[in-house]
């Protein structure tokens, strides 16, 4: 079983910072991707950012220059900097592994979720 825990959110002002982090634990074989998603309030979830298991990162346009997007392989985790933070990153952000537990098939995990409020 693969459990990953989001922390880090919270209340920031408008021009703040955060750092989330998104931990996995379990029957862990190896990570491939890493990403961070968001779903504001009567939206659908979107992509916010992305890392390959080579280190590659990629943003969605509204977060680039923003955010950036890390990993550390021997911890299983993956980072989220979220600089300059506006109301509309307001949102629940969730992280999602690609991931496989025994070596073949490879899946999507997803986290729980963590609450990012934007507000002065």
């Known amino acids: 079983q693969v459990q990953l825990v989001e922390s880090g959110g919270g209340l920031v002002q408008p021009g703040g910072s955060l750092r989330l982090s998104c931990v996995g634990s379990?029957?862990?074989?190896?990570?491939?991707?890493m990403g961070w998603y968001r779903q504001a309030p009567g939206k659908q979830r979107e992509f916010v950012a992305g890392?390959?298991?080579?280190?590659?990162?990629y943003y969605s346009d509204s977060v680039r220059d923003r955010f950036t997007i890390s990993r550390d392989n021997a911890k299983n985790t993956v980072y989220l900097q979220m600089n300059n933070l506006k109301f509309e990153d307001t949102a629940v952000y969730y992280c999602?592994?690609?991931?496989?537990?025994?070596?073949?098939?490879?899946?999507?995990?997803w986290g729980q979720g963590t609450q990012v409020t934007v507000s002065s």
């Open positions: 999602k592994f690609t991931m496989t537990a025994d070596g073949s098939r490879y899946a999507d995990y």
């Open positions: 379990g029957s862990i074989f190896r990570i491939n991707g």
């Open positions: 890392i390959t298991g080579a280190g590659d990162t």
